[in-house]
């Protein structure tokens, strides 16, 4: 179970930023955002290390799954003799992509008294209640998303398996590395993986912290799923050493408040949830059961966006006191603040994701190098570091000659369009600049009782 170390590990994710002193601003275009200031490399910033790994840098190269698990994916499929995997593959990868959440049943009401008022004050639609009710139910069937739930049984676990696998693994393989590689002395015992489907998960922080972590516990309600990874753990057989040890199956999460494990992961699970309240009931359960890491992983489009900073949300308002663990919940990635999204405030909303390289398995259809496009935020127990946090990547860096152009979500809270040049930042920040890459920290500090930048993005050489 959970250990009862304390969070001492959690409150250092600014330790770095004690080298930074204020430079004054001097062209409103060239600025990064209000009050930034540039890296003093005559404070030790580096250590000695080159621009390239400066301490924001998060990328991970292309990820590769363990030879064990892709061998073993293989296998099964080749003896399912499944007929037309690769339609049945790109059928499941398209519809997942393209999901929407389910219509709450406030908002369907809504809508369908607004129907019956139109159709009421049109005189050539029939006025009996019988036929209003038609006409109400067949424009509703042609206006809202139709959300179903998936039943995995064997035969569309296994096509989820060639589909997902893969690149569910290099997602959760980003969000731990993130962990690891911003507290290196994080060293978790135990992990539970809500929905944890083809267990992916389980084999991504095996391949992160496998010297330390000795239960895994691996939720879902589909017992074909929970057979199929049990099979992954073992060859593709049903007999044999698991090539990880402690691995528990289950189709219930655990009762008991009492336990707790040091990570909890949701990893495209919660938009499997039918309905609003049944996302609330789960997250706040999987709160209660977090020791230090709540990650939670969607795709990442403006569904799954708009779902994580609903579950954000939800942890930051708990308040309360639990008898169990009264520490507090912060917000330890991707957002560097925990006020409300800019990028669901924006006149244009747009999804906060990220994209990891991944090697995928080498089916036939599978073999050239892939990206996926995932949402993620990780939540933590404690406290965050009292000082400015760093603003974080949020598009492709474009490169141009002498300038670097960084979009970024900043610790006030809003996103700011930044231009950054040796001559008026400094050529350790410029550098820094120009070696990071979507999804990592720029090393500066911001001053956030500043209000942002009125300036219209500069033109692009």
């Not at 690149?167 to 944890?196: C, K, Y």
């Not at 259809?365 to 760093?390: C, D, H, Q, Y």
Request: some cysteine.
């Amino acid at each position: 179970m959970a250990t009862a170390r304390g969070p001492r590990y959690l409150l250092t994710s600014g330790r770095w930023c004690h080298g930074l002193q204020g430079v004054p601003q001097t062209r409103a275009l060239a600025a990064l955002v209000p009050g930034v200031t540039q890296v003093d490399n005559k404070s030790h910033f580096l250590e000695k290390r080159p621009h390239r790994q400066h301490p924001g840098i998060l990328q991970l190269p292309h990820v590769r799954l363990p030879e064990a698990l892709a061998n073993a994916a293989r296998l099964l499929l080749h003896e399912s003799a499944m007929p037309n995997v690769e339609k049945q593959v790109q059928a499941l990868t398209n519809y997942l992509w393209s999901r929407h959440l389910p219509v709450e049943p406030e908002e369907l009401q809504k809508r369908a008294m607004q129907l019956e008022k139109k159709f009421l004050e049109d005189p050539d639609t029939p006025q009996t209640e019988e036929k209003l009710h038609r006409a109400v139910l067949h424009a509703l069937r042609k206006t809202t998303y139709h959300w179903q739930k998936l039943s995995y049984n064997e035969g569309l676990s296994l096509v989820y398996m060639a589909a997902r696998l893969d690149g569910g693994f290099a997602a959760v393989s980003r969000a731990f590395h993130e962990i690891r590689a911003r507290i290196p002395e994080f060293q978790p015992q135990t992990l539970m993986d809500f929905g944890s489907g083809t267990g992916s998960v389980t084999w991504a922080a095996h391949s992160t912290w496998g010297q330390s972590l000795h239960e895994y516990m691996c939720v879902d309600s589909s017992a074909a799923m929970l057979d199929l990874a049990e099979k992954l753990l073992k060859d593709g057989s049903d007999s044999g050493e698991p090539h990880i040890p402690g691995v528990f199956f289950r189709q219930f999460l655990p009762v008991s408040p009492k336990v707790q494990f040091d990570v909890i992961v949701s990893a495209f699970s919660l938009s499997e949830l039918p309905s609003k309240a049944d996302r609330t009931e789960v997250i706040q359960t999987l709160w209660r059961k977090t020791s230090h890491f709540l990650v939670l992983v969607e795709n990442g489009t403006k569904a799954g966006h708009r779902l994580l900073m609903d579950a954000r949300d939800l942890v930051l308002k708990v308040r309360e006191k639990s008898p169990l663990d009264p520490r507090p919940g912060f917000v330890f990635a991707p957002c560097p603040h925990e006020l409300p999204c800019p990028q669901l405030t924006a006149s244009k909303p747009l999804a906060c994701s990220l994209s990891q390289a991944y090697h995928p398995i080498p089916f036939s259809w599978n073999k050239k190098p892939r990206e996926e496009r995932f949402s993620m935020v990780i939540l933590a127990r404690g406290a965050p570091e009292e000082a400015n946090r760093w603003p974080r990547i949020t598009q492709p860096i474009l490169k141009r000659p002498r300038h670097v152009h960084c979009h970024l979500c900043c610790p006030d809270g809003h996103m700011q369009h930044a231009v950054i040049t040796a001559r008026q930042h400094g050529r350790d920040l410029y550098r820094c600049a120009r070696v990071s890459s979507w999804g990592d920290l720029l090393p500066v500090i911001t001053a956030s009782e500043l209000s942002p930048s009125s300036a219209e993005d500069p033109p692009e050489n």
